[in-house]
Nanobody, 114 residues
């Protein structure tokens, strides 16, 4: 059974930090590139960061230098440390296997106030 469960979102002031977690089913986590995505109101879902099974990260330009993606393969969990948050980071954040078509989880809401 494919399962993705995101957590760690919340309300934070601009400049603050949050750490998101995503617990995934082992069947889809193991050996795959995992990605964090976000969807802001009225916008399409977009990739913000991804990480290979061996731990190599990749970031979209807007979050470079502020977000850090990591993974714990023993726990089938991927993390997103978000620092220096900006109001434009406000969105629902999701994780999934990058470039795959697995069902999305419920996401976790991140709201950054100015």
């Amino acid at each position: 059974q494919v399962q993705l469960v995101e957590s760690g979102g919340g309300l934070v002031q601009a400049g603050g930090s949050l750490r998101l977690s995503c617990a995934a089913s082992r069947s889809i986590f193991s050996g795959n590139v995992m990605g964090w995505y976000r969807q802001a109101p009225g916008k399409e879902r977009e990739l913000v960061a991804s990480i290979t099974s061996s731990g190599w990260p990749n970031y979209v330009g807007a979050v470079k230098g502020r977000f850090t993606i990591s993974r714990d393969n023993a726990k089938n969990t991927v993390y997103l440390q978000m620092n220096s948050l900006k109001p434009e980071d406000t969105a629902v954040y999701y994780c999934n296997v990058r470039d795959a078509n697995y069902p999305w989880g419920q996401g976790t809401q991140v709201t950054v106030s100015s």
